[in-house]
């Protein structure tokens, strides 16, 4: 099913989906463009070119309450925090970022240690996937189609979206899609020619070339595998590196966490917080021992993570090419370039 | 008339050569070809041959002092210094973490520098507003004068206004978008503890997950750190994802101090950082 | 019913600390709002105490330490005044009403300034009621 709908009504539409659940959408804020929830349906703006912050958040926020407790009480006494399992729309998710869910998905549920968070924040929502433009030039940090990625891949979203001048299209690609469609008003159908414009856009999407190098997931793991010896290289690709949680933070598919237990006043909480191995203590042991103390070794794993172990255990690798990390780094650290870098070693 | 960008390249690739040849230093801090022009990344020449691919250009905004305190004490550097980060390695050197004779410095004077992410002309109100280094061995360029002295504390005046109740809210309402990535201090050439206050657990001083209890503590905590020490080159401010505007907090401690202790920090190497320092007269008027 | 503040006295053990103990030994009278922790210099004081002091519901700090030129260690509130100083400016830019927080130097035989100092302090506590900006809500 293709609808489509004027890009100024789309408040319109945000308005519908803000009474089905919980809408989750691009709001402009000081820095940029974020996914927030959306309390005002005039918020919700879809003339970025991507987010700040990935939409991770929306099913991993970056701090999580697991259980409240009370100091000098029973563990019996602690309470679960339950999250409510209210529909959830993420809307204006670029298909990069929408790409990330499904590796995300491997360690949250995909492994057999299910986290129920993760899990049941996911199955509450449904994706609008939304293209990019693929006839302005992508982002000079961009490299999704390295990864083989489209500028405009419809699949993992429920509904996709794409501008065609000043309309937006809107096509159903699962059965969840279908439904949401059905039931949403203000929609008009699409004429043949918008669903010509569609498909000619998805196989423009594909040809669409950002940065690019020839990156096969098997060879580009064993590069890293061995090149994780050559202290050098790592040394003068890290030489510049701050070694802050940037990159990490940004990161659609980074989900390392902390389990902190935070208490005040008496009342504890245990939570989930976001953590990255671009920390010194990250690796810190209870020893006081640390087995990543030097810049180029937390650099060597974030990369050989993505890159080389992830393809190793699950076949895949673990970056999606959005750029964020390269965008925002302090130092302009090129994840892209050390890949490249380390293929021509 | 200031030397041209590609002038300073040309300049700094002679010296950083002549250095590492004649093995006066070990390493050069520098500026290396990032992803793309505007793009620039620090860079540390080790060997002669580096040097061709060291870049100066108005992107290079990095605080190349930030690296000294991270090789062991007693290599040989030599560093490329821009005016605020002259007076980094100025203040690094008062405090004994890196010493004056292990230490060359490249000046290089400045004018018109960019910031890579946005692609706009850094605000001089929103760094320490010199143009030319307090302190080089070698100047890579003509010294800069003529130019309109701008006061670095000129921008705090419309924050000093608001009411205590407003500017509470302003610092909140910006502490409110940490996300504590840490990279301010990671990027600040005067914040090398380890552990920093904030990862410790016993005693936690502030909570780790991003809330507003946590982020405040963590965020004055710090500003607190660098009292008398911050030398205002921005790169807190430049490194945030989230756009704090944390140069006006170091600015605000920055000015007090000067006025009450008599001293900017980063101006002499035969300074004293003033909050390791008391004279005997200091007044009480300072605590009312 | 009134508003009773809570104030964090951190005194000197030299001095302040041992002018409050000639203030009760000599039964001056002066208000129970302060606990009061001893530390043995104020140049002890971790200016992060005094924040956290307000985070955790301080409506008031007052640090108390010798006269400049007493001190037991010969300079420790040297520093301290100037650090101090610093904390008070950083308070104060933060948004943080400055009367909140104060520094006075009391001598172990000030007893009779001692209860002065804490009976006007209580009392511009007082006048400018609670403290919520710093403080963390349960």
């Known amino acids: 099913m293709l609808k489509k709908t004027a890009i100024q009504k789309i408040s319109d539409l945000a308005a519908q989906l803000m009474q089905k659940g919980t809408l989750i959408a691009p709001v402009r804020e000081d820095a940029g463009f974020n996914f927030r929830e959306?309390?005002?349906?005039?918020?919700?703006?879809?003339?970025?070119?991507?987010?700040?912050?990935?939409?991770?958040?929306?099913?991993?926020?970056?701090?999580?309450?697991?259980?409240?407790?009370?100091?000098?009480?029973?563990?019996?006494?602690?309470?679960?925090?339950?999250?409510s399992l209210k529909p959830a729309f993420l809307f204006g998710v670029r298909p990069c970022d929408v790409k990330s869910?499904?590796?995300?998905?491997?360690?949250?549920?995909?492994t057999g240690a299910v986290d129920p968070y993760w899990q049941k924040r996911r199955e509450a929502t449904a994706i609008f996937g939304y293209a990019f433009d693929v006839n302005t030039p992508a982002d000079g940090a961009d490299f999704y189609s390295t990864l083989g990625i489209g500028a405009a891949d419809p699949e993992g979203s429920d509904v996709f979206m794409m501008k065609k001048s000043d309309d937006l299209l809107l096509k159903a690609?699962?059965?969840?899609?279908?439904?949401?469609?059905?039931?949403?008003?203000?929609?008009?159908?699409?004429?043949?020619?918008d669903l010509k414009y569609f498909d000619e856009t998805v196989a423009a999407g594909r040809s669409f070339k950002t940065r690019f190098t020839c990156v096969e997931a098997k060879s580009v793991a064993k590069k890293f595998e061995d090149l994780f010896h050559k202290t050098p290289f790592w040394e003068r690709i890290s030489d510049g590196c701050l070694s802050c949680g940037v990159c990490t933070f940004v990161c659609p598919t980074c989900y390392?966490?902390?389990?902190?237990?935070?208490?005040?006043?008496?009342?504890?909480?245990?939570r989930r917080v976001w953590d990255a191995c671009m920390f010194t203590d990250f690796t810190l042991e209870a020893s006081g021992h640390n087995p990543r103390t030097k810049v180029y070794q937390r650099l060597r794993q974030k990369v050989c993570h993505k890159y080389s172990y992830h393809v190793r255990k699950y076949g895949v690798i673990s970056c999606v090419g959005c750029g964020r990390c390269t965008r925002n780094c302090p130092v302009n650290i090129d994840i892209f370039s050390i890949v490249d870098q380390a293929m021509k070693e | 008339m200031a030397t041209s960008f590609k002038q300073i390249e040309e300049n700094l690739k002679n010296e950083a050569r002549k250095l590492l040849e004649d093995q006066k230093v070990s390493l050069v801090l520098a500026y290396g070809r990032g992803y793309d022009e505007n793009h620039p990344v620090p860079f540390v020449a080790k060997i002669a041959a580096d040097v061709e691919n060291i870049v100066f250009n108005e992107y290079c905004t990095a605080n190349m002092a930030r690296y000294l305190v991270r090789y062991p004490r007693g290599t040989k550097m030599a560093v490329a210094v821009k005016p605020a980060d002259s007076r980094a390695v100025v203040q690094l050197i008062q405090e004994d973490k890196v010493k004056r004779e292990d230490v060359i410095l490249l000046g290089i004077p400045?004018?018109?520098?960019?910031?890579?992410?946005?692609?706009?002309?850094?605000?001089?109100?929103?760094?320490?507003?010199?143009?030319?280094?307090?302190?080089?061995?070698?100047?890579?360029g003509e010294e800069i004068h003529g130019q309109p002295v701008v006061s670095p504390y000129d921008v705090l005046a419309q924050y000093e206004a608001m009411d205590k109740d407003a500017r509470f809210a302003f610092w909140q309402k910006e502490f409110d978008k940490c996300i504590r990535c840490y990279a301010c201090r990671k990027a600040c050439p005067m914040c090398y503890c380890d552990p920093c206050f904030i990862d410790q657990n016993k005693p936690k001083w502030g909570e780790k997950s991003p809330q507003s209890h946590g982020n405040l503590m963590y965020h004055l905590t710090r500003f607190h750190h660098l009292a008398g020490r911050c030398i205002d080159c921005g790169e807190c401010s430049r490194a945030c994802p989230v756009d704090i505007p944390l140069y006006l907090f170091h600015k605000k401690v920055a000015r007090e101090c000067e006025e009450m202790f008599g001293q900017a920090a980063g101006k002499s190497i035969q300074d004293k950082p003033v909050l390791v320092n008391f004279r005997v007269d200091d007044s009480d008027k300072i605590l009312e | 019913m009134s508003f009773e503040p809570k104030i964090l006295g951190i005194a000197c053990n030299w001095c302040t600390y041992t002018g409050a103990d000639?203030?009760?030994?000599?039964?001056?009278?002066?208000?129970?709002?302060?606990?009061?922790?001893?530390?043995?210099?104020?140049?002890?004081?971790?200016?992060?105490?005094?924040?956290?002091?307000?985070?955790?519901?301080?409506?008031?700090?007052?640090?108390?330490?010798?006269?400049?030129?007493?001190?037991?260690y010969n300079t420790g509130n040297l520093y301290a005044r100037r650090r101090l100083a610093v904390t008070k400016k950083i308070l104060e830019f933060s948004g943080m009403e400055p009367g909140r927080f104060r520094v006075e130097w009391i001598s172990a035989s000030e007893g009779n300034k001692f209860a002065e100092v804490v009976t006007e302090f209580t009392e511009q506590i007082k006048n400018l009621g609670p403290q919520t900006k710093f403080k963390i809500v349960k």
């Open chain 2, 110 to 140: 400045v004018i018109g520098m960019k910031n890579s992410k946005t692609g706009e002309v850094i605000d001089s109100k929103t760094t320490c507003g010199l143009y030319n280094p307090v302190l080089y061995d070698v100047l890579l």
């Open chain 1, 101 to 110: 869910f499904e590796i995300m998905d491997i360690h949250f549920s995909g």
């Open chain 1, 173 to 193: 690609v699962t059965d969840r899609g279908e439904k949401l469609l059905a039931e949403m008003s203000g929609l008009t159908d699409a004429t043949p020619d």
């Open chain 1, 38 to 83: 959306v309390s005002d349906a005039n918020q919700v703006d879809l003339n970025f070119y991507n987010t700040l912050m990935s939409p991770k958040l929306a099913f991993f926020p970056q701090m999580e309450d697991f259980v409240r407790y009370q100091t000098g009480k029973s563990v019996l006494e602690a309470v679960p925090v339950e999250i």
């Open chain 1, 256 to 270: 390392c966490f902390d389990i902190c237990d935070e208490t005040l006043f008496g009342q504890g909480t245990r």
């Open chain 3, 22 to 72: 000639l203030a009760g030994t000599t039964r001056l009278q002066y208000p129970q709002n302060l606990r009061v922790v001893r530390v043995m210099c104020s140049s002890r004081i971790n200016p992060s105490f005094i924040f956290r002091a307000f985070q955790l519901g301080a409506d008031g700090v007052l640090v108390g330490g010798c006269h400049p030129g007493d001190c037991h």
